[in-house]
T-cell receptor, first 111, second 113 residues
Framework: DQQVKQNSPSLSVQEGRISILNCDYT??????FLWYKKYPAEGPTFLIS?????DKNEDGRFTVFLNKSAKHLSLHIVPSQPGDSAVYFC??????????FGQGTRLTINP | SQTIHQWPATLVQPVGSPLSLECTVE??????LYWYRQAAGRGLQLLFY??????ISSEVPQNLSASRPQDRQFILSSKKLLLSDSGFYLC????????????FGQGTRLTVV
């Protein structure tokens, strides 16, 4: 039972444009959502998060949007840079419970 | 600050051999600790999590086991490795308060041959 889904395994975006990564979840009890970035052969690093009481959180070039009615969140990166090329995982949790991760989306920024 | 150490970084083991991956954390006490696996072409799958010494919860049936002999030590083991155990194993440290991010170790690339 995949509670958190990232339906796009890969995404290619031109440098300077906006990258939009999507994530859907099925458990309406999730109240905290996170995005992680992962380079090959390294552990994921935390990028940005959002609580279920908000619908938007912004940190520099990164913005996460949450649509609770649609059980959907997205990560916007603008402008996209070559160093943004990585695998992005969305994750969700309920209270202090463990994080549930999506399958990941490989983002490639083309020069 | 919290730090997490995981070793070895890479490991090649023959089928049927035992496995022991160690994870230790610093800068925190009574942490929630997790083992994840990223298999080729798949996302991060939670294998085990522990909320304290000797307390292990298994998420999926598998050929692996975990132990937490000390507060800041989490060990992933197998008595006999299978080819399907190959993957990238990650230890993670849960946030100190509710709804904070987890911190990941650098991971171990395990190849079973």
């Amino acid at each position: 039972d995949q509670q958190v889904k990232q339906n796009s395994p890969s995404l290619s975006v031109q440098e300077g444009r906006i990258s939009i990564l999507n994530c859907d979840y099925t458990n309406s009890m999730f109240d905290y959502f996170l995005w992680y970035k992962k380079y090959p052969a390294e552990g994921p690093t935390f990028l940005i998060s959002i609580s279920s009481i908000k619908d938007k959180n912004e940190d520099g070039r990164f913005t996460v949007f949450l649509n609770k009615s649609a059980k959907h969140l997205s990560l916007h990166i603008v402008p996209s840079q070559p160093g943004d090329s990585a695998v992005y995982f969305c994750a969700a949790s309920r209270g202090a419970q463990k994080l549930v991760f999506g399958q990941g989306t490989r983002l490639t920024i083309n020069p | 600050s919290q730090t997490i150490h995981q070793w070895p970084a890479t490991l090649v083991q023959p089928v049927g051999s035992p496995l022991s991956l160690e994870c230790t954390v610093e800068g925190t006490s009574n942490p929630n600790l997790y083992w994840y696996r990223q298999a080729a072409g798949r996302g991060l799958q939670l294998l085990f999590y522990s909320v304290g010494i000797g307390q292990i919860s298994s998420e999926v049936p598998q050929n692996l086991s975990a132990s937490r002999p000390q507060d800041r030590q989490f060990i992933l083991s197998s008595k006999k490795l299978l080819l399907s155990d190959s993957g990238f194993y990650l230890c993670a440290l849960g946030g100190e308060v509710v709804n904070t991010e987890a911190f990941f170790g650098q991971g171990t690339r395990l190849t079973v041959v």
